[in-house]
């Protein structure tokens, strides 16, 4: 069964900082998506970035990117100059490929704080 | 609508009432999912549907956990016979097909069973 994994439960930057979130999973598939969802308070789950596993390049969007490392399943979240609205609760997610039903995946989530 | 609309935003029962959450999902999204995030927790998958059927129901966690999606639009999730286990908040998420794994979620509707 499919896993994944992110080992920092909470943890800390300042404002104008970067700063990287971790994830691993587990999957025999060779195609499939990861993501990193952001839950702010108000609990909506808001996409921030998305990769595809055939692609080696890394996925970009503004100040978010990601480190994705097929082999040793490793998908990292970098937050550059990072932002006080960037405090929230980040959630790594993995879906297969072409599957029966597109059924998201989720890690325990990483408490980002930003102070000012 | 333009989100995902959830209803009620936060319910309070007891103990082996019986509860129905509703789920009004982005127009035009055929796809539609029910994930239960439990304090500290990620979301738990709970049950896919396509259009009106049930595609995936592997999520219940037992038979007193039930969902309908009777015209492909809204559904409900319906717990009967609540427990104190139960509380968490269950979030609604559609999409347009099953392709991309791109979800739009709800803000989610927080169940306490005192």
């Known amino acids: 069964a499919q896993t994944v994994t992110q080992s920092q439960p909470e943890m800390s930057v300042q404002e104008a900082e970067t700063v990287t979130l971790s994830c691993t999973y587990d999957?025999?598939?060779?195609?499939?998506?990861l993501f990193w969802y952001k839950q702010p308070p108000s609990r909506q789950m808001i996409l921030v970035i998305r990769?595809?596993?055939?692609?080696?390049q890394n996925a970009t969007e503004n100040r978010f990117s990601v480190n994705f490392q097929k082999a040793a399943k490793s998908f990292s979240l970098k937050i550059s100059d990072s932002q006080l609205g960037d405090a929230a609760m980040y959630f790594c997610?993995?879906?297969?490929?072409?599957?029966?039903?597109?059924?998201?995946?989720f890690g325990t989530g990483t408490l980002l704080a930003v102070q000012p | 609508g333009a989100g995902v609309s959830q209803t009620p935003s936060n319910k309070v029962t007891e103990k082996g009432k019986y509860v129905e959450l509703r789920c009004d999902p982005i127009?035009?999204?055929?796809?539609l999912y029910w994930y239960r995030q439990s304090l500290g927790q990620g979301p738990e998958f709970l049950i896919y549907?396509?259009?009106?059927?049930?595609?995936?129901d592997s999520g219940l966690p037992n038979d007193r956990f039930f969902a309908v999606r009777p015209e492909g639009s809204v559904s409900t999730l319906k717990i009967q016979r609540t427990e104190r286990g139960d509380s968490a908040v269950y979030l609604c998420?559609?999409?347009?097909?099953?392709?991309?794994?791109?979800?739009?979620f709800g803000e989610g509707s927080r169940l306490t069973v005192l």
């Open positions: 549907f396509q259009g009106t059927g049930a595609a995936d």
């Open positions: 127009s035009g999204h055929t796809a």
């Open positions: 997610a993995y879906v297969k490929y072409g599957g029966a039903t597109n059924k998201l995946i």
């Open positions: 999957t025999s598939e060779s195609d499939y998506y």
């Open positions: 990769q595809e596993a055939y692609k080696q």
């Open positions: 998420a559609s999409s347009l097909s099953r392709g991309t794994g791109e979800l739009f």
